[in-house]
Nanobody, 127 residues
Framework: EVQLVESGGGLVQAGGSPRPSCVAS????????IGWFRQAPGKEREGVAC???????????YYRYSEKGRFTISSDNANNTVYLQINSLEPEDTAVYYC?????????????????WGQGTQVTVSS
């Protein structure tokens, strides 16, 4: 059974640097693309950063344009864990952050490409 478990959210001051993590199980970690998505109140869920190893040798990372420079996705394959480093936290970053897995290991970062989802971790920015 595929499972994705997020943690590392919480109430964080503006300007802070939280690092949510996602522990995956139930599949061969290196065979799937993993993505971080978020859903802010009243908004649709959107891809934030995704990582793929579709050619078996190189890790490709995708970031939404507005998140470049503040968000960094990384993986620890030995521990089946993917991290999302968020720097210079802004009030607009308040959202539920979800981890997702794409069994076809594609290079995109859209909701439709991802098959399995975690329960999410809430990040709330305080000013």
């Amino acid at each position: 059974e595929v499972q994705l478990v997020e943690s590392g959210g919480g109430l964080v001051q503006a300007g802070g640097s939280p690092r949510p993590s996602c522990v995956a199980s139930g599949f061969t970690f290196d065979d799937y693309a993993i993505g971080w998505f978020r859903q802010a109140p009243g908004k649709e869920r959107e891809g934030v950063a995704c990582i793929s190893n579709s050619d078996g040798s190189t890790y490709y990372k995708y970031y939404r344009y507005s998140e470049k420079g503040r968000f960094t996705i990384s993986s620890d394959n030995a521990n089946n864990t993917v991290y999302l480093q968020i720097n210079s936290l802004e009030p607009e970053d308040t959202a539920v952050y979800y981890c997702a897995a794409d069994r076809l290991d594609r290079l995109g970062c859209s909701n439709e490409e991802y098959d399995y989802w975690g329960q999410g971790t809430q990040v709330t920015v305080s000013s």
